[in-house]
């Protein structure tokens, strides 16, 4: 199954999203667990087969409350935008429990799926009791794909969160880097950096600890995006610009075409040194990475700037297959 979760207002671009997924899996069950549902959602939700679950049906849910009673100084940013990134989890393991749901595949809402969920069935980690993300840094992950492998892991990430205390910062990035430093055993790697020895290329190196043993990279050479492609190829949120008539407009640039360009401070690894162009495994086109001459189609991407429409199958059919161009 794959969730998405919306705490608070339903973003517009929420249904490219889900609708990106749907194309990349046709029968695959889509929930959206959502507080406030706007207008023709019902309409959508139905063409695409996506299944609504408001969140105040889980909020009884003893975890979820324990949570949402702690105080948190940065509820005004954005209607709790920091809370929600942490209460998500909160939210699905609710939902995965009521529903008795063991595995999961959980996107942010402004992160578009390429990758067949099936076809990444049988490889690990999916097919592991664990949970697994994307990391950027040993201090960060970036969750903006997460597979729960068995519900229990989610509970305990869950219980780790509401007994370790609070101490800034207090993101879901930090807290997962958090529990994987505490739980080594329960966390696991989604390959996001290309075979950086060419004598190995079906594997990757993990970004959270340099000696950790390989990465086996799934079929059809699928790498996971955390937010960094996402932000070098679209640019970053708007409304976190220093331009105020760019965050009013909520303007951004950036496609695969010409790339933003934005590299975030704390990645590991530089987006910058890669070439972008699409392929189109199983005939659905898929942003793809080149390095060392390979060609890595992107399971998922995040779209910081919010313009998913963008980068969807349906904008990059337009364009050349692979060979790619390096970007200007």
Same mark, same amino acid.
């Given at each position: 199954?794959?969730?998405?979760?919306? %705490?608070?207002?339903?973003?517009?671009?929420?249904?490219?999203?889900?609708?990106?997924?749907?194309?990349?899996?046709?029968?695959?069950?889509?929930?959206?667990? #959502?507080?406030?549902?706007?207008?023709?959602?019902?309409?959508?939700?139905?063409?695409? #087969?996506?299944?609504?679950?408001?969140?105040?049906?889980?909020?009884?849910?003893?975890?979820?409350?324990?949570?949402?009673?702690? =105080?948190?100084?940065?509820?005004?940013?954005?209607?709790?935008?920091?809370?929600?990134?942490?209460?998500?989890?909160?939210?699905?393991?609710?939902?995965?429990?009521?529903?008795?749901?063991?595995?999961? *595949?959980?996107?942010?809402?402004? %992160?578009?799926?390429?990758?067949?969920?099936?076809?990444?069935?049988?490889?690990?980690?999916?097919?592991?009791?664990?949970?697994?993300?994307?990391?950027?840094?040993?201090?960060?992950?970036?969750?903006?794909?997460?597979?729960?492998?068995?519900?229990?892991?989610?509970?305990?990430?869950?219980?780790?969160?509401?007994?370790?205390?609070?101490?800034?910062?207090?993101?879901?990035?930090?807290?997962?880097?958090?529990?994987?430093?505490?739980?080594?055993?329960? %966390?696991?790697?989604? =390959? *996001?950096?290309?075979?950086?020895? %060419?004598?190995?290329?079906?594997?990757?190196?993990?970004?959270?600890?340099?000696?950790?043993?390989?990465?086996?990279?799934? =079929?059809?050479?699928?790498?996971?995006?955390?937010?960094?492609?996402?932000?070098?190829?679209?640019? *970053?949120? =708007?409304?976190?610009?220093?331009?105020?008539?760019?965050?009013?407009?909520?303007?951004?640039?950036?496609?695969?075409?010409?790339?933003?360009?934005?590299?975030?401070?704390?990645?590991?690894?530089?987006?910058?040194?890669?070439?972008?162009?699409?392929?189109?495994?199983?005939?659905?086109?898929?942003? *793809?990475?080149?390095?060392?001459?390979?060609?890595?189609?992107?399971?998922?991407?995040?779209?910081?700037?919010?313009?998913?429409?963008?980068?969807?199958?349906?904008?990059?059919?337009?364009?050349?297959?692979?060979?790619?161009?390096?970007?200007?």
């Amino acid at each position: 199954m794959i969730v998405y979760v919306a %705490v608070g207002p339903v973003p517009r671009h929420t249904q490219d999203a889900l609708a990106q997924a749907r194309r990349a899996n046709p029968v695959e069950p889509i929930a959206l667990l #959502h507080d406030a549902l706007p207008p023709g959602w019902r309409r959508f939700a139905a063409a695409h #087969h996506v299944q609504l679950v408001d969140i105040a049906g889980l909020r009884p849910d003893a975890r979820l409350e324990a949570f949402e009673r702690r =105080p948190d100084p940065r509820l005004r940013f954005r209607g709790g935008f920091w809370r929600h990134t942490t209460s998500r989890f909160f939210v699905l393991r609710a939902f995965m429990e009521r529903e008795r749901i063991d595995t999961a *595949t959980h996107l942010e809402n402004d %992160v578009l799926l390429y990758a067949p969920l099936a076809e990444l069935a049988a490889w690990a980690p999916f097919d592991e009791p664990v949970l697994s993300t994307v990391f950027e840094s040993p201090g960060r992950a970036i969750p903006s794909i997460v597979r729960i492998g068995a519900r229990r892991y989610l509970d305990a990430f869950a219980d780790f969160v509401l007994e370790v205390g609070d101490t800034e910062p207090t993101d879901d990035m930090f807290r997962f880097a958090a529990f994987r430093r505490a739980r080594p055993g329960w %966390v696991a790697d989604l =390959p *996001t950096l290309p075979p950086p020895d %060419v004598d190995r290329p079906g594997s990757s190196e993990s970004l959270f600890a340099s000696d950790a043993p390989p990465l086996p990279l799934p =079929p059809g050479g699928w790498l996971f995006d955390g937010a960094r492609f996402g932000q070098y190829l679209g640019g *970053t949120d =708007p409304r976190n610009s220093t331009r105020r008539l760019q965050r009013w407009l909520r303007w951004q640039q950036g496609d695969l075409r010409k790339p933003h360009g934005f590299i975030n401070e704390s990645c590991v690894d530089d987006p910058s040194r890669y070439y972008y162009g699409v392929t189109k495994p199983r005939g659905l086109a898929v942003p *793809t990475l080149v390095s060392g001459g390979q060609h890595f189609p992107l399971a998922n991407l995040h779209v910081h700037s919010k313009k998913l429409y963008r980068f969807t199958s349906a904008a990059l059919n337009g364009m050349p297959i692979m060979p790619a161009q390096r970007p200007a």
